[in-house]
């Protein structure tokens, strides 16, 4: 009796393990994508959920989108390692290569390149070091052409102070107002705003880094990773994923990307605070 009863507890015990080992082996299969807060979490999931939903189904694992309010809750679970797959600039992908494991598998086609400009009839700013103490208009770091501004400038001391602005459009704007010396911006969005030539001149010109790119972390399996690759990189992506194409690239499908060309672009995120 004692000895049916015994078999019956190692049943019981076995059955809870099995239970226990399938939940866990569930839990690891949901993977979680995000991007960069630059919206309220009901447009930015037009954006970014049909990813989600387009990566599950081509990896036939689930794979849910994650907004983050602000850039405060997305860099702590950045650097908490919370994210598996994830869609940024190419200094937050060097840093998750370098801390987390991450690989870099698709990008969007192109390089960024970034201008830091001043208003035509300025003739006191000859080049970007004239800067130091003076004002710039630009986007809140971390974002990436105000990060390649502060590059120039190793001594802290000597940086220049950055303006807020909500756009490069409006950066432009308020320099050319005077509100400050000079405004940074992406190099393409300068020759938007000044067709002419006529208002603004170029102090400054960066060289080109890989643009934004979806990076993906070390849990998700080799054969996931594969699967991820070859639906981004697919003509069907632009088919899917309308939304996504039309705000960042709506004449060129995104192309494969590899490790070597993000290396060492970690370096201007070094006065970014948390990393």
């Not at 009901?42 to 983050?68: C, D, F, M």
């Not at 994210?83 to 969007?108: C, E, Q, T, Y």
């Not at 005077?178 to 405004?183: P, Y």
């Not at 003509?235 to 494969?256: E, W």
């Amino acid at each position: 009796m004692n000895f049916m009863t015994d078999k019956n507890v190692l049943r019981v015990i076995s059955l809870l393990f099995s239970i226990l080992l399938s939940s866990a082996t569930q839990a690891v299969e949901e993977y979680t994508f995000t991007a960069p807060p630059r919206g309220n979490e009901e447009n930015e999931a037009k954006v970014y959920q049909p990813i989600a939903n387009y990566l599950s189904k081509a990896t036939g694992t689930k794979i849910v989108y994650k907004h983050s309010d602000n850039w405060l809750s997305y860099q702590d679970g950045m650097r908490k390692g919370a994210f598996d797959i994830v869609f940024d600039g190419p200094h937050f992908v060097s840093w998750r290569m370098a801390n987390l494991k991450h690989v870099p598998l698709a990008k969007l086609a192109g390089n960024l390149a970034f201008v830091v400009a001043v208003r035509k009839d300025n003739m006191h700013i000859h080049g970007i070091k004239d800067l130091a103490g003076r004002t710039v208009c630009g986007l809140a770091p971390p974002n990436l052409a105000t990060l390649t501004l502060y590059g120039q400038f190793p001594n802290p001391v000597r940086q220049p102070l950055v303006l807020e602005a909500e756009s490069f459009e409006q950066a432009y704007k308020n320099m050319l107002e005077g509100k400050c010396t000079a405004a940074v911006m992406r190099d393409k969005m300068l020759e938007k705003l000044n067709k002419d030539k006529d208002s603004a001149r170029v102090i400054f010109q960066s060289p080109g880094v890989p643009n934004q790119a979806f990076s993906v972390g070390p849990r998700l399996p080799t054969e996931a990773r594969y699967k991820i690759a070859a639906a981004l990189t697919s003509p069907d992506a632009r088919k899917q994923l309308p939304q996504f194409f039309d705000r960042y690239s709506k004449d060129k499908d995104l192309i494969s990307a590899n490790d070597i060309e993000f290396r060492g672009l970690i370096v201007l995120l070094k006065d970014t605070w948390g990393f």
